[in-house]
């Protein structure tokens, strides 16, 4: 546990893992109180208070998460929470709920406008910016088509439409398969204007029913001059559409040339961790700091240009079923590359997240290397370390 001084206000960070937003809170001098449904020795050590607000499987429970925000609001100097992954289906509720903290981020309105299809797409259309075509019943023919969820996140919400029932999608949309780079750019916006942090390459793969699912990002990535700045156009034009302020990022495909949006999300992105490692002299305060300094204040900051650095940030995957060791736990938590680190004791599932790496190296190429390498090691210390492996479940992938 790392309590600050005690004239600090309290912020509380909530999401599936709060961990990055704990971190950067913490460096920004705020008290943090963490909520999320890992409770990782990294996130404890830094957050003096933490909450379980886990339900089944890897997914936030509702009423966890209400009676957990209504505790926080008794803190002193409470100044609101701030949220992550996973919160997207009760963003309207937790915006307008009472005995809640203030809630620091994009109402339901901005985060309507961006999340919801029909709108997004529309605005998209009318301001003249490319997506891949979006269809709202399944099409004819859906070889290089896509089902996704809008409320999902992490790739999760993402499969391939001749792999489903067109009529047990729910509440989903149908986008042709865009061909190119999976990249993000993280942005904060005010008052209509947004000034981009970076551009990022988004790094998945494939896993069962998920073609895309999420696995981490290597950044800042450099662009074209005249690239980055259609971009960053873009976003400046959705911004001032829709009045999104704080932390929000972009997805969107990159073809030579050529860039097609997929999603905004609303919210910080777990990307924060790239910019803050690769230059942390650009972010002194960290970028929470900067994103509660634009909702609460409509300031925003002045964006330096980037070091030659870059990181990359990696979602290591249980290979097989595994309660973790004190050894495999301790290894983790004394390795400067090892995030999100479990607890001695905790079970881990085939396919469930073990912990996330970062690096940061002089190159694009140079990140890509490092993170195999320390994939590797981090298997090993796996196999050598973790008590009762059940080799008999693998994570096919």
């Given amino acids: ?39 990782d020795r990294d996130t404890r050590s830094l957050a003096p208070l933490w909450f379980d607000i886990g339900g089944g499987g890897l997914s936030i429970d509702r009423q966890r998460l209400v009676d957990a925000l209504e505790r926080t609001a008794r803190l002193p100097r409470m100044l609101g929470f701030v949220v992550g992954s996973g919160l997207e289906p009760l963003i309207q509720e937790l915006c307008s709920a009472s005995r809640l903290p203030r809630f620091i981020g994009n109402g339901a309105a901005a985060t309507a406008a961006v ?82 942090i970076g551009f990022a390459e988004q790094l998945s793969m494939a896993a069962g029913n998920f073609p895309y699912l ?43 040339e050529r860039f097609e949006v997929l999603e905004i999300n609303a919210r910080p992105s777990s990307t924060i ?24 204040d409509g300031s925003l900051p002045s964006v330096a240009s980037p070091g030659s650095r870059k990181s990359g940030q990696r979602v290591l995957f249980a290979p097989y079923d595994f309660t973790v060791s ?17 607890h001695p004791g905790m079970r881990i599932g085939a396919g469930e997240p073990v912990c996330t790496l970062v690096v940061t190296q002089a190159s694009e190429s140079a990140v890509r290397d490092e993170l195999e390498r320390r994939e590797t090691l981090l298997l090993q210390r796996i196999e050598t370390c973790c008590e009762d492996a059940d080799v008999v479940t693998p994570f096919s992938v």
């Fill in 1 to 39: 546990m790392s309590a600050r001084s005690t004239h600090a206000p309290f912020i509380a960070t909530v999401g599936l893992s709060a961990r990055m937003l704990v971190q950067s809170a913490h460096r920004a001098g705020f008290n943090v109180a963490a909520l999320d449904i890992f409770g």
């Fill in 115 to 196: 999340r919801e299809p029909r709108r997004f797409f529309a605005l998209l259309d009318r301001i003249g910016i490319a997506h891949p075509e979006v269809a709202f019943t399944p099409p004819a023919d859906t070889s290089g088509w896509l089902v996704k969820r809008a409320n999902g996140c992490g790739g999760t919400h993402i499969e391939v439409l001749s792999r489903s029932d067109p009529s047990a999608v729910g509440e989903a949309y149908f986008q042709r398969r865009a061909q190119g780079r999976s990249m993000s750019a993280l942005f904060i916006a005010a008052r209509g204007e947004a000034r981009v």
């Fill in 326 to 342: 004190q050894t495999l736990s301790q290894a983790c938590f004394t390795d400067s590359a090892c995030h999100d680190v479990p």
């Fill in 273 to 296: 961790t790239l910019y803050e490692t690769a230059s942390p002299g650009a972010w002194p305060r960290g970028l929470i700091a900067c994103h509660i300094d634009a909702c609460l």
């Fill in 214 to 256: 999420h696995t981490g990002s290597i950044g800042p990535v450099d662009l074209p001059h005249e690239l980055k700045n259609q971009i960053t156009e873009s976003i400046g034009a959705i911004t001032a559409e829709t009045q999104l302020v704080g932390l929000n990022s972009i997805d969107f495909m990159l073809d030579r």
